[in-house]
């Protein structure tokens, strides 16, 4: 399986951004998707994923401004951020896991700046 994210970008504070994770190759082997984040000096935390059934999962420090959504058909987990701030500045890596349980696949990181 490849993943292939794409939607990064420089926004000002208040802004929003759509992440987009495309997968490819045996995609019928992934069950739950989702996304990372990596800030400059700091460890990687998971920022929501979702399972192939819809049921979500959100860190705190996004609840209410991430939404995160999944077109099973497209084989594509999207991340729309709103109301974002700098502290959202990071690079961000989506995740596909296997159904199995046996590995985790990722995607090449996209940035995010949030900067006036």
């Known amino acids: 399986v490849q993943l292939q994210a794409s939607g990064g970008g420089l926004v000002q504070p208040g802004g929003s951004l759509r992440l987009s994770c495309a997968a490819s190759?045996?995609?019928?082997?992934?069950?739950?998707m989702g996304w990372y984040r990596q800030a400059p000096g700091k460890q990687r935390e998971l920022v929501a994923h979702?399972?192939?059934?819809?049921?979500?999962n959100y860190a705190d420090s996004v609840k209410g401004r991430f939404t995160i959504s999944r077109d099973n058909a497209k084989n594509t987990v999207y991340l729309q951020t709103n109301n974002l701030k700098p502290e959202d500045t990071a690079v961000y890596y989506c995740?596909?896991?296997?159904?199995?349980?046996?590995?985790?696949?990722w995607g090449q990181g996209t940035l995010v700046t949030v900067s006036s």
């Open positions: 995740y596909a896991d296997r159904a199995d349980y046996r590995g985790r696949y």
């Open positions: 190759g045996s995609t019928s082997s992934i069950n739950v």
């Open positions: 979702i399972s192939s059934g819809g049921v979500t």
